[in-house]
């Protein structure tokens, strides 16, 4: 890497993953020679039912990824994309993940960094689903009208509206959104995810702290983790719970766990005007982080609203998912 090339080297990465491959083996079974190489597919066939879309699995290398998708610009072989910034989150999510379920069947308490590692990843996964562009264009408005006040981000940052990708018309068909769309959610991820000068945290670092150190916040990610390989993995990589009135998104974290994360402001709570004064004088914000388990009611609640809310696909490593039907086994 050169100094001009900053934190966005170019590179040779064609097939682009918007669910890494490490984070998928999470959610996938090893094969006859103990490698984990291939995920179990399923279709959404109906409500509440799936049916297998691969009998030998989907190989992760080419799972949940498009060519070029993040590709802002390419020259020859080289490719300007944001593998380097996703990398940034997602490279050591999968041994928290482990060192995280470890800790709770150990009834260990100190779960502060893995909790907040994966949800920092789980964000950027709900931010870079291309089955998603429009919702995360609303998400974050204000982004793609601002822009980078150094020489270097900006000039980034214009090579991002006006980079050549061939295969751009291609990628907008297939996700039924406009080039103007796909090319200000390029821009949104970068506002997002890039270092900017002058700032001690990224864009999506200080989305998530702000929810947590909000005086006037309660918020909370409740940990579901079970002894078997249950919990789906949904194509869009996240789920939204519309039957509560507060922000609140389930996240899979691995074949036996996930994580469903809440943000609720304190005056929408319910509680008596004089206790609730009191207590925003007195409490210290924190992320609240509750373990429950082997509670199968909620899973299947999860399992559902991950086929309901799925693209086409979800994922799993169990032979049976509660909530769901497999059809045509």
């Known amino acids: 890497m050169t100094n001009s090339d900053g934190p966005l080297p170019p590179n040779l990465t064609e097939n682009q ?31 509440n039912a799936i049916a297998r879309a691969s009998r030998n699995g989907m190989p ?3 799972n949940l990824a498009l060519k070029d998708l993040y590709t802002f610009d390419l020259t020859g072989q080289m490719r300007r994309n944001f593998e380097a910034l996703f ?27 893995e909790i907040l590692a994966i949800l920092s990843a789980k964000f950027l996964d709900f931010a870079r689903n291309p089955y998603t562009i429009r919702k995360c264009l609303d998400t974050f408005p204000p982004l793609a009208n ?8 900006y000039n980034t940052y ?18 039924s959104v406009t080039e103007e769309e796909y090319r200000r959610w390029l821009v949104t991820l ?47 990589s996240f789920n939204e719970v519309s039957s509560s009135p507060h922000l609140a998104l389930e996240f899979h974290a ?11 402001h304190l005056d929408a709570m319910g509680f008596p005007k004089d206790r609730l004064e009191l207590f925003k004088v007195t409490r210290t914000p924190q992320l ?21 809310q799925c693209f086409k696909h979800v994922y799993g490593a169990g032979s049976a998912f509660p909530g769901v039907i497999i059809t045509g086994d």
Not at 18 to 41: C, D, M, T, W, Y
Not at 158 to 174: F, S
């Open 288 to 308: 609240e982080v509750p373990i429950v388990k082997n509670n199968y009611e909620l899973l299947e609640r999860y399992n559902q609203r991950s086929v309901t």
């Open 87 to 113: 990398h940034r989150y997602e490279s050591d999510v999968p041994k928290l993940t482990v060192s995280l379920i470890e800790k709770i069947r150990a009834g260990r308490l100190d779960l502060q960094r």
């Open 254 to 264: 691995s074949a036996e766990m996930f994580i469903t994360f809440s943000s609720a």
């Open 17 to 47: 993953h918007f669910v890494a491959q490490k984070i998928q083996s999470l959610n996938a079974s090893p094969s006859r020679n103990g490698e984990i190489s291939h995920i179990h597919s399923y279709s959404r066939v109906g409500e």
């Open 190 to 236: 970068f506002m997002l995810l890039y270092p900017h000068v002058g700032m001690t945290e990224t864009f999506l670092d200080q989305v998530i702290s702000g929810l947590i150190n909000n005086k006037d916040n309660y918020t909370s990610a409740h940990v579901f983790v079970f002894d078997q390989p249950m919990v789906l993995l949904s194509d869009r």
């Open 60 to 62: 992760i290398r080419h």
């Open 158 to 175: 214009r090579r991002i509206w006006d980079g050549h990708n061939p295969r751009q018309a291609r990628i907008c068909e297939l996700l």
């Open 146 to 153: 601002h822009h980078p006040t150094d020489r270097e981000s």
